[in-house]
């Protein structure tokens, strides 16, 4: 199972940019998909989860700036963030949960990171 994340880059504060996070293999069920972000010397922090039937969460300094979706059918998901400040600086991560073909345990992966870069 991989996962690929994509769609990081230099932004201007206020502006807008969409990751996208593909995974592929040997999926039976993909539980949970979501993002996370670290930036040098801090603790990787969640940002977005999104469960299999859509529930979503959100860190609050996100909230209300940043939306995650899916789609079940290709094993996919994505991460609109609007209104990007200086702060949402740092590597993005993609994680998944999921439930390998013929295996009888969730298990986590990562994809590689991508950086955001808000700066004027």
């Known amino acids: 199972v991989q996962l690929q994340a994509s769609g990081g880059g230099l932004v201007q504060p206020g502006g807008s940019l969409r990751l996208s996070c593909a995974a592929s293999?040997?999926?039976?069920?993909?539980?949970?998909m979501g993002w996370y972000r670290q930036v040098p010397g801090k603790q990787r922090e969640l940002v977005a989860q999104?469960?299999?039937?859509?529930?979503?969460s959100y860190a609050g300094s996100v909230k209300g700036r940043f939306t995650i979706s899916r789609d079940n059918a290709k094993n996919t998901g994505h991460l609109q963030m609007n209104s990007l400040k200086t702060e949402d600086t740092a590597v993005y991560y993609c994680?998944?949960?999921?439930?390998?073909?013929?295996?009888?345990?969730?298990?986590?992966?990562w994809g590689q990171g991508t950086q955001v870069t808000v700066s004027s």
């Open positions: 994680n998944a949960v999921l439930t390998r073909v013929g295996a009888l345990k969730m298990t986590t992966y």
């Open positions: 293999g040997s999926i039976f069920r993909l539980n949970i």
């Open positions: 999104i469960s299999s039937d859509g529930v979503t």
